[in-house]
Antibody, heavy 117, light 111 residues
Framework: EVQLVESGGGLVKPGGSLRLSCAASGFTFSTSNMNWVRQAPGKGLEWVSSMSGSGTSIFYADSLKGRFTISRDNAENSLYLQMHSLRAEDTAVYYC??????????WGQGTMVTVSS | QPVLTQSSSASASLGSSVKLTCTLSSGHSSYIIAWHQQQPGKAPRYLMRLEAGGTYNKGSGVPDRFSGSSSGADHYLTNSNLQSEDEADYFCETWDRSARLFGGGTKLTVL
């Protein structure tokens, strides 16, 4: 079964850091482009970052550059998102997603990140 | 970069047909898009990819009542036999060189 399972969300104070993980199974992870997409409460979908299967191509939403870092471990079939200097407006459900270039075809179930003092 | 425009809401009766629209901004009408469904409280689900010529490819398990089409800058998702479980938000998506973009979503209510 093709599956993406996110973890690592939680409550963090403004200015804090958090690392999200996404465990992939049921497909060849090492050749798959992967993404992080977030959704603030009651809002639409916002793309965060994308990474190619080899890790050589990385893209970020302009508004997030410098604070968020995407990475992957193909040996562990895992995708990560390191987030620094978190703000209240980063509060959202964060989804891991695979794309078959160029469009997303698999979504994870999401992990909630709440930034609040 | 392209902009994807969707109506904020739509409604239709159980068993009827409904057509949702995603309009690509000027100069980007040939872009390929995807449609995703998000039922209340759930993660998004991929429905199909749709090319400018109207060719569409659905995801695994997507019911036959869903289809896609396009006309110029307008890309459509049609549901030919609305069911209660189709009440959801529907998002369109595209990719432009180095950025992924989503429409604002259409909230579909089944009456």
């Amino acid at each position: 079964e093709v599956q993406l399972v996110e973890s690592g969300g939680g409550l963090v104070k403004p200015g804090g850091s958090l690392r999200l993980s996404c465990a992939a199974s049921g497909f060849t992870f090492s050749t798959s482009n992967m993404n992080w997409v977030r959704q603030a409460p009651g809002k639409g979908l916002e793309w965060v970052s994308s990474m190619s299967g080899s890790g050589t191509s990385i893209f970020y939403a302009d508004s997030l550059k410098g604070r968020f870092t995407i990475s992957r471990d193909n040996a562990e079939n895992s995708l990560y998102l390191q987030m620094h200097s978190l703000r209240a407006e980063d509060t959202a459900v964060y989804y891991c997603a695979r794309d078959v270039h160029p469009l997303i075809d698999i979504w994870g179930q999401g992990t909630m990140v709440t930034v609040s003092s | 970069q392209p902009v994807l425009t969707q109506s904020s809401s739509a409604s239709a009766s159980l068993g009827s047909s409904v057509k949702l629209t995603c309009t690509l901004s000027s100069g980007h009408s040939s872009y390929i898009i995807a449609w995703h469904q998000q039922q209340p409280g759930k993660a998004p689900r991929y429905l199909m990819r749709l090319e400018a010529g109207g060719t569409y490819n659905k995801g695994s398990g997507v019911p036959d009542r869903f289809s896609g089409s396009s006309s110029g800058a307008d890309h459509y998702l049609t549901n030919s036999n609305l069911q209660s479980e189709d009440e959801a938000d529907y998002f369109c998506e595209t990719w432009d060189r180095s950025a992924r973009l989503f429409g604002g979503g259409t909230k579909l209510t089944v009456l």
